[in-house]
Each structure stands twice: as C-alpha cells, then as structure tokens.
C-alpha cells in the first residue's frame, strides 16, 4: 500500500486538496485498508475520522435511482411509464420515460443549473433560518421550473434512449415522482425512512443547516486562482431538486450503504432494501456512458482488472467523492474529500485494483492525422449548463482544445477521438457523425 499512499498524497499536492478518506472493505464490512489524508478543517487542523461528515454530490443519484427502484417494486411507479404520468405540467411532447431518467437518456443537453438559492429568492424564503431539504414549496417550484426548461428545449442529442447525456434535471424529476407517489411529505422523509434508517446511516442526511454545526464537518474546499478558499454553507451551488446531489454522509455510513450492494439489497440487519434482480437491474448496462464505461440505473459500470465493477460519483463546491465496488469478488471502497474538482475516481479505482490484484492501465491510442475531420469538427461546444464549454482549435499551431479557460494540445486517434494526454487520465473527446455535438465525460455539448 505504499505506493497508494505516495500516489494519493502527489495527487492531492498536485490538486491542492484539502483532506480525503479512503476506505476498501470486504462484503461484510472488514476493513482491509483505510487511511486519512490532510484534514477535515486545514486552519484549526482538524483531522478526518471515519464519521466526519462530508458532502457526497452526485453519489445521491444512486439513492435516488434506489428510491425509484423500491418504489417500482412496491407497484407504484412503472419503469416504461412516461414521466407525465407522475408530473402531468412536464409536457412530454417526446415521450419521456422513467427508465430514460434513470439512466441519463432522455435526449436532453445539459441545461442552466436551477439553484436552491435561485428558487428561494423566487419564493421569499429564507435558507439560512428555515431548512430547505424539507421545503414541499421549494420542491413545487423547483420541479415547476425544471419542467419549463425542458419543456422549453428545442435542441436535442437524439431520440430518448438514443445516447447518455448526463442531466441533473432528469434526477430532479425523479426526486419529484418520489416525493409524489411515494407516500412521504418529502423526498427526505422517505430516503431517511426507508433507505438510510433501515442501513443504520445515522450520520447521514439531506439537511442542509445542521451540518454546518456538526461537530465532525469537513469544511468546504475550493481552489480560486492558486489560493484554497473555504465555506460551510451546504446550499453553496446546490441543486434545487434534493435527490441530484444533497446528500451528506460519512466513511463509515457509506461502507454500509455499499455492503448492502455487496449483499443483493440487503442490509447488516437483514432487512432487503430491494431484490437482488433489482440490484442486478441498476447495475446493468443500460446504456453507453463514455469510452471507458457504460451507466444503469444511478451506477456506472466499468473494468478494473477483468472484473465488472459499479459506482458513482460526485463533486461540488467543496465535495469531491467516489463509492466503487466489485460484486462478484466482494470489495468496496469508498473515497471522500473536501475539496473541489479532485479527481478522486482514481484514487478508488487504483484502492480497488490493488484489493483485486491488478492493474490500472491507461488506454493506448494510435494516432493519425485527417485535417478534413478536425476542419468539420473545428468550433464551439457549449450548453447552458455554467462552465461547460469546449473549443477545438486547428490552425498554423496544430490541433489544440480549450476547456474553460486552459488550452491543451491534442491528437487525433484511430477511432477519431480527440484526445488530451495528461499526467493521471486522459480526457477524450467523442463527437457524433454529423458533428452536432460533443462527449466529454458523461456530458453532450451541442456545437455553436
């Protein structure tokens, strides 16, 4: 494990993290490796225990996608329903499903993140003295305008089911058909009731005040212009609709949460949360995710050392975080960090293949060169999503892609990928026949 430690230590340096907990554990919850680095505040020194409690981001699609799923098995929610028959102000005019949601594909580009802060302005409300996780208006007004805005859309990447364009809004209305038909006031009540209290997730909630007076808070990490910066105000960029990334949770809650997988659906206490073909069923190749992986059900799968293995994760303002497992050999890890834009997959990636005896190997291209494709894809990529925005240059200086404000040269592959070469992974960029569009990661970017 010496070498984890020196790569997970270069990483951090390299992108000024604050502090990260790492964990890999066996099914039953043996830990067979768990170590901190940094802290949790850096000022007042405080170091990381395995209950401090952490923003985990988009790791909440996951409980969402569960929620979904329990509610599917419970005969109150159909997978091939379209999603108007739940929320009947979307319009739907293209035929929605809630298994399109479920697994990013419901044809939508990224669109303009809809705040809780945003909303709450709308509405009056005030989100420092009143809890907005467990505000029914603030979900009403949020589901309301994120409805407008797809509703609104008159660019898509294709027809649903067609290609995975990841979509916070697609896992807000989800959030919404739970609140809806589930029986529960709010999407909170019904994830504490009947995923995190049954999991024995003490530590965990959708609350976004009392975390900022807990005891054991990470404090809240971002890097501006080479200087870390700090906040504790969980609602900082926080998407309006709870189930696309409010959750907070602790080393210790998760491992629980990622045994229960581990187990087919059932928890410690031996209570099953769903069945096992349902657990199968989220973690199935639903649809093609990026070059190196494919998305379920809330989970992404991927190949680490010849053995299939699932997960999540997640980043926002001051949240860096990763659940990764492989089922069939029995090992989770769960990563944590509280800084922004760290790239903690790869620590859990490289955790897991260490318990499974491999490798992790970066992907080899062979390159070319076609000055009539890199003409044609040559331009803009944007969506109306903040910070998502690609530029592929060829001149007199060769090929090169902005991202944000940073350029990088690139080359061309064989299987005419655009491809930035970097030091820890490879960013690939994919663009479809008629050069409409982008992949980066899981997001499509329409070209300008």
Same mark, same amino acid.
């Given at each position: 494990m010496k070498e984890f430690k020196i790569f997970t230590e270069q990483l951090m340096k390299d992108y000024s993290a604050a502090g990260l907990r790492a964990a890999l554990f066996t099914k039953d919850g043996t830990i067979k490796y768990q170590r901190s680095f940094g802290y949790r505040d850096i000022d007042e020194q405080r170091q990381i225990s395995a209950d401090s409690l952490f923003g985990v981001a988009s790791v909440t699609k996951s409980f969402t996608a569960l929620a979904i799923m329990q509610l599917v098995e419970a005969g109150r929610v159909e997978l091939d329903?379209?999603?108007?028959?739940?929320?009947?102000?979307?319009?739907?005019?293209?035929?929605?499903?809630?298994?399109?949601?479920?697994?990013?594909?419901?044809?939508?580009?990224?669109?303009?993140?809809?705040?809780?802060?945003?909303?709450? =302005?709308? #509405?009056?409300? =005030? %989100?420092?003295?009143?809890?907005?996780?467990?505000?029914?208006?603030?979900?009403?007004?949020?589901?309301?305008?994120?409805?407008?805005?797809?509703?609104?859309?008159? =660019?898509?990447?294709?027809? %649903? /089911?067609?290609?995975?364009?990841? $979509?916070?809004?697609? *896992?807000?209305?989800?959030?919404?058909?739970? +609140? +809806?038909?589930? /029986?529960?006031?709010? *999407?909170?009540? *019904?994830? @504490?009731?009947?995923? #995190?209290?049954? !999991?024995?997730?003490?530590? $965990?909630?959708?609350?976004?005040?009392?975390?900022?007076h807990d005891t054991d808070v990470a404090t809240l990490y971002w890097n501006e212009n080479g200087e870390l910066k700090s906040t504790l105000d969980f609602y900082d960029n926080a998407f309006v609709m709870m189930g696309g990334g409010a959750l907070k949770s602790t080393l210790n809650d998760l491992m629980k949460y990622v045994c229960m997988y581990l187990h087919g659906g059932v928890t410690q206490s031996g209570e099953q949360l769903l069945s096992q073909a349902g657990i199968e069923q989220m973690s199935a190749p639903a649809i093609r995710y990026n070059a190196q992986s494919n998305y379920g059900f809330g989970l992404a799968i991927e190949t680490i050392g010849g053995q299939k293995c699932v997960g999540h994760g997640g980043g926002l303002t001051g949240v860096s975080s990763q659940i990764l497992w492989s089922a069939e050999v029995g090992l989770g890890v769960v990563v944590l960090c509280n800084t922004s834009a760290v790239p903690v997959s790869l620590v859990a990636s490289r955790l897991l293949a260490l318990g499974l005896s491999a490798e992790i190997v970066k992907p080899e291209y062979s390159f070319i060169e076609d000055a009539g494709f890199i003409e044609q894809v040559a331009g803009v990529y944007a969506s109306d999503e903040e910070d998502?925005?690609?530029?592929?240059?060829?001149?007199? =200086?060769?090929?090169?892609?902005?991202?944000?404000?940073?350029?990088?040269?690139?080359? !061309?592959?064989? +299987?005419?990928?655009?491809?930035? @070469?970097?030091? *820890? $992974?490879?960013?690939?960029?994919?663009?479809?026949?008629?050069?409409?569009?982008?992949?980066?990661?899981? +997001? #499509?970017? %329409?070209?300008?």
């Open positions: 329903a379209l999603v108007s028959v739940y929320i009947p102000e979307f319009e739907n005019k293209r035929g929605v499903t809630v298994r399109h949601l479920l697994s990013h594909s419901g044809g939508f580009f990224p669109q303009h993140r809809t705040t809780v802060y945003e909303v709450a =302005e709308k #509405l009056g409300l =005030e %989100p420092q003295v009143e809890d907005l996780a467990f505000s029914n208006e603030l979900a009403m007004a949020g589901s309301k305008e994120i409805c407008r805005l797809l509703d609104a859309a008159t =660019e898509f990447c294709g027809a %649903p /089911g067609a290609f995975l364009s990841y $979509s916070n809004d697609g *896992y807000g209305l989800l959030t919404e058909i739970v +609140r +809806r038909v589930s /029986g529960y006031e709010t *999407y909170a009540a *019904y994830l @504490e009731a009947c995923i #995190l209290k049954p !999991l024995g997730m003490t530590r $965990s909630t959708i609350a976004m005040l009392a975390p900022q998502s925005c690609v530029q592929v240059v060829f001149d007199e =200086e060769g090929l090169r892609v902005w991202l944000g404000a940073t350029v990088y040269p690139a080359r !061309l592959t064989d +299987r005419y990928q655009v491809v930035i @070469e970097k030091p *820890y $992974s490879d960013v690939v960029l994919e663009f479809n026949q008629e050069h409409r569009w982008v992949r980066l990661g899981g +997001r #499509l970017l %329409p070209k300008q």
